[in-house]
């Protein structure tokens, strides 16, 4: 049998449950009414059924890495909480699991956080949002400036020709 301290069981006997599922529950509904699905952010769990009181939101993140970094620099802590197993480290035969351990991450929305913290949470993410479509215009730029200069020497290169071809008639 296990037994616990003194202060641990006055704690639990004089918790109110209600009033933290209550609590959890509706920081998950924040989260969500501000939630936007993104290559960034496809939250694991997308709708909250009736028997859930959840701890934390989970997405899955295309570069979870950048993700938690801008997080960060939020002041918006995440967390990783399951290192891949032996079984993945080593080996492609399993892509699925290793993109799952690859790309899921947290953030803790318990009773401790308001709704004020939920949603500047939420007001975070289009940020983010954002910040990857100005990085996706740039790259799209770049190839479209690449592309027209690639055409623009094609183009003078053939008009060169054609003067040339001209001249020598």
């Excluded at 399993?94 to 991450?105: E, G, L, N, Q, R």
């Excluded at 939420?122 to 954002?130: D, G, H, I």
């Excluded at 190839?143 to 040339?164: G, H, P, V």
Aim: aromatic share 16%; with cysteine; charged share 20%.
């Amino acid at each position: 049998m296990f037994g616990s301290d003194s202060l641990s069981k006055r704690i639990i006997e004089t918790l109110d449950v209600d009033t933290l599922i209550q609590q959890r529950r509706a920081n998950y509904e924040t989260v969500l009414a501000y939630y936007k699905p993104s290559s960034q952010c496809q939250a694991i769990f997308p709708y909250l059924d009736s028997g859930s009181c959840p701890s934390h939101f989970s997405w899955y993140s295309e570069d979870r890495n950048r993700a938690q970094q801008f997080l960060a620099e939020h002041g918006i802590r995440s967390t990783v909480y399951w290192p891949k197993p032996p079984q993945l480290l080593q080996s492609d035969t399993h892509p699925h699991a290793t993109w799952i351990y690859d790309s899921v991450m947290s953030v803790q929305i318990d009773q401790r956080y308001s709704k004020e913290d939920m949603e500047y949470l939420e007001r975070s993410f289009p940020s983010y949002n954002n910040l990857n479509r100005f990085l996706y215009s740039l790259s799209f730029l770049s190839f479209t400036l690449q592309t027209f200069s690639k055409l623009l020497c094609f183009f003078t290169r053939r008009r060169n020709i054609n003067a040339y071809t001209r001249l020598s008639y």
